[in-house]
């Protein structure tokens, strides 16, 4: 493989990586506010990743019987 | 035939030429960017690439995710205080203060478009996609053959085949942008009045949320909307047919 080609392909492929993360951008700002604690998605400045990460944000969502009805 | 009272009543209301407006810009402004845009991402995901296929899986979420979802996701993402757009910007300094993106009457219907866009990308994507890669690739080897620019290869070569995905891609796009609920409603819940309403949220409103509560109101609104799009969409199907018969 040339090496103009191997460039093209490794340019294609960093453009495509970065329409990917901008498609998926919001949704790991929804991810990451579902794992902090309630304490820290009013703070400023906004961070993007918890401080204390709480997974257990999911089980209480899971857990709750109102969920699991609308489920 | 819409009854004579609730015609005029229509007719009267004052919001009624600024959400035709607003009507007009969101549909155009977010059809016309959303195909441009898909343009190009469609040539970009036809190319062959080292991981083209977990781009292409990445690109469904904003399209299979809920609308509601996503429209409230922006709604933190604009938020002035601890939204994470405002401190992207000013990090990379693109702004100098934080923005209110949401209640600022300048900025409003151009972050609802953008967000209109941002939801309406995948599938005109998947759409031209289609039309691109039914191309053959020996139509391009003939036209680099006979030395076509890429400007012109694309124009003379990539462009007529993709019509009818294109024409497909558009209709569908203003149908749908048009009928378009939950991200204004979302997004414009904490302004007052009708300045940023489209015809679908105004009807809403009209029928159960502003001091009119006239559902006979909004309903004749309702017969009107159905009928500029059904219009909309066999002008444009007719100016369509009219060139291709030209061509």
Redesign the interface.
């Known amino acids: 493989m040339s090496v103009a080609r191997a460039g093209r392909?490794a340019a294609?492929?960093g453009?495509?990586?970065a329409?990917?993360l901008v498609?998926?951008a919001?949704?790991a700002?929804?991810v990451c506010?579902a794992l902090k604690p309630e304490g820290e998605?009013?703070?400023?400045?906004?961070r993007?990743t918890p401080i204390a990460w709480q997974p257990g944000n999911v089980a209480v969502v899971l857990g709750d019987p109102g969920f699991r009805r609308w489920l | 035939m819409l009854p004579t009272g609730a015609r005029s009543g229509l007719l009267e209301q004052e919001a009624l030429p600024t959400v035709v407006a607003n009507t007009v810009l969101w549909v155009v402004a977010i059809v016309l960017v959303t195909v441009v845009l898909s343009l190009g991402l469609a040539q970009l995901l036809n190319q062959e690439f080292p991981g083209r296929r977990v781009v292409r899986w990445a690109l469904i979420v904003p399209w299979a995710a809920s609308l509601i979802m996503t429209a409230k996701l922006f709604t933190w993402i604009y938020d002035y205080y601890f939204g994470i757009l405002n401190h992207a910007l000013l990090s990379l300094r693109l702004i100098a203060a934080p923005v209110d993106w949401l209640g600022n009457d300048a900025t409003v219907m151009a972050a609802m478009i953008a967000v209109g866009v941002f939801v309406s990308l995948l599938f005109t994507i998947y759409v031209v996609l289609a039309g691109v890669s039914a191309i053959p690739a020996e139509v391009y080897e003939a036209a680099w053959v006979d030395g076509a620019s890429a400007w012109r290869t694309y124009w003379s070569v990539t462009m007529p085949p993709l019509r009818p995905a294109l024409l497909v891609a558009v209709v569908l796009n203003v149908i749908y942008v048009f009928n378009s609920f939950p991200i204004v409603w979302t997004l414009n819940d904490r302004n007052p009045g009708f300045a940023h309403d489209t015809m679908i949220t105004y009807m809403y409103k009209i029928a159960f949320k502003s001091s009119l509560r006239d559902v006979g109101l909004a309903a004749a609104l309702g017969v009107v909307n159905v009928l500029v799009i059904l219009l909309g969409v066999l002008f444009y199907l007719r100016t369509v047919s009219w060139r291709e018969a030209e061509a």
């Not at chain 1, 998605?41 to 906004?46: A, D, E, F, G, Q």
């Open positions: 392909r294609l492929a453009a495509g990586l329409v990917a498609g998926l919001p949704y700002v929804m506010t998605l009013r703070i400023t400045p906004p993007l």
